[in-house]
Nanobody, 120 residues
């Protein structure tokens, strides 16, 4: 009943920017932390950035100073603004959220993933 839908991926040249969005829908009581992960071919999925319900943020070292995570609690949406992209940022980006659902209680939910491709 709870669903995360991502958007905003695509192809960008090195040095360019993209903004990812992830909207949670369904019978939601509350949302705790929301985050973005990425997985490149042949690599493990890694946490890129996370934001708590109060707005505290944390980033993987490679994203610090270039990426900004934010959220709109009224819209149950989390964003990832990515600047100064380089080919090492290319991956499938996944949204994750810690959600209290009206039915089923608390669980972690994943989006379907959105591809980010960076050309050199």
């Amino acid at each position: 009943q709870v669903q995360l839908v991502e958007s905003g991926g695509g192809l960008v040249q090195a040095g360019g920017s993209l903004r990812l969005s992830c909207a949670a829908s369904g019978r939601i009581f509350s949302i705790n932390a929301m985050g973005w992960y990425r997985q490149a071919p042949g690599k493990q999925r890694e946490l890129v950035a996370v934001i708590t319900s109060s707005g505290s943020t944390n980033y993987v070292d490679s994203a610090k100073g270039r990426f900004t995570i934010s959220r709109d609690n009224a819209k149950n949406t989390v964003y990832l603004q990515m600047n100064s992209l380089n080919p090492e940022d290319a991956a499938v980006y996944y949204c994750n959220a810690d959600i209290w659902a009206v039915v089923g209680g608390r669980d972690h939910y994943w989006g379907q993933g959105t591809q980010v491709t960076v050309s050199s």
